[in-house]
């Protein structure tokens, strides 16, 4: 199985993920900022952003849920 920054990775990159997210709102920002995405490794990947991460990085919601347990046990 890959860690989160591996599938981050294969997602083409914390940039990438950030623009995919959405449109840039009125205050210049994204829904999901690339800052945001870096923290991912550390405290796993909101299940809210899994249907993205799906679709970029071709993986699965088991991939994610084993990566999100391994960053959260590595953090604790």
Do not use: F
């Amino acid at each position: 199985m890959r860690t989160i920054a591996d599938i981050i990775t294969a997602a083409g990159g914390a940039r990438r993920i950030s623009e995919a997210s959405g449109p840039v709102d009125a205050s210049g920002k994204r829904p999901l900022t690339y800052d945001a995405v870096y923290k991912w490794s550390k405290i796993g990947i909101p299940d809210r952003h899994w249907p993205l991460l799906m679709s970029l990085a071709e993986t699965s919601p088991d991939e994610l849920y084993v990566a999100n347990l391994a960053a959260r046990e590595t953090a604790a």
